[in-house]
């Protein structure tokens, strides 16, 4: 069971999924401890997300034009099919979608139906969190619900160290105008982090990286668990 939603001012909507808006509504909803804090990206991700994880005190120079706060390894991600069939924004048609940051609680609620192309209906359900009692833990309860099907459905979760900073605007002799999905090529983009090493089973991952000019160590690490049956 998710936790009960509080009431009032407490509470920011997103109300619908706008490709135009998502990357305010990613920095908008932002989930964070004060050592930690994720950009508000759908766990599945789409074409056109900003995704990223900062670190208090974890910066790094290299190939960028000023010192950046370094975009670690992210966690959130997953990739949810319906007998194979990728679960997203990109290729389904988005029938319900409505995130509720819950100032409160510091909850991030997400509740999502999904039509694809077969016509199932799916049901995708998130509680995200940043851990006041541990900050350096994160987390976040996902049901998937199949709606009008009894098709197989399959989520894998993983940890991307692909990571980059957003650098600055390159020279222009005019202003583009550039589809959401691809807004990010305005930007330059400058790499902080060098693998170190990585391991995963069927349960667990954990990868190490190092930033390149600093010298920081950071291990990353997810476990995916499932309820009985």
């Not at 407490?10 to 909803?29: C, M, Q, S, Y």
């Not at 208090?56 to 120079?61: A, E, L, S, T, W």
């Not at 982090?193 to 291990?219: K, M, N, P, W």
């Amino acid at each position: 069971m998710f936790p009960k939603i509080s009431g009032g001012d407490w509470l920011v909507v997103e109300d619908g999924f706008d490709p135009a808006r998502a990357n305010f509504w990613e920095t908008v909803l932002t989930v964070g401890n004060g050592y930690q804090g994720t950009r508000a990206s759908l766990e599945e991700g789409h074409k056109g997300e900003l995704p990223a994880t900062y670190l208090n005190g974890v910066y790094d120079h290299h190939d960028s034009t000023v010192i950046d706060q370094v975009n670690v390894p992210g966690w959130i991600g997953l990739r949810l099919r319906v007998e194979g069939h990728i679960l997203d924004v990109k290729t389904c048609e988005v029938l319900e979608h409505r995130r509720i940051l819950d100032l409160q609680t510091g909850f991030l609620h997400r509740d999502t139906l999904f039509r694809d192309g077969e016509g199932r209906e799916t049901r995708v359900t998130s509680l995200r969190f940043a851990s006041l009692a541990d900050r350096h833990l994160c987390g976040f309860r996902l049901s998937v619900t199949a709606e009008n099907h009894s098709a197989r459905i399959t989520v894998e979760s993983a940890l991307d160290a692909e990571r980059y900073n957003l650098d600055r605007l390159p020279a222009w002799s005019e202003k583009p105008v550039l589809h959401p999905e691809v807004v990010w090529q305005k930007w330059a983009r400058s790499r902080h982090l060098a693998v170190q090493g990585a391991s995963v089973d069927a349960e667990a991952a954990y990868i190490e990286v190092r930033t390149l000019d600093t010298g920081i160590s950071i291990g990353t690490g997810t476990v995916l668990a499932l309820p009985e049956g």
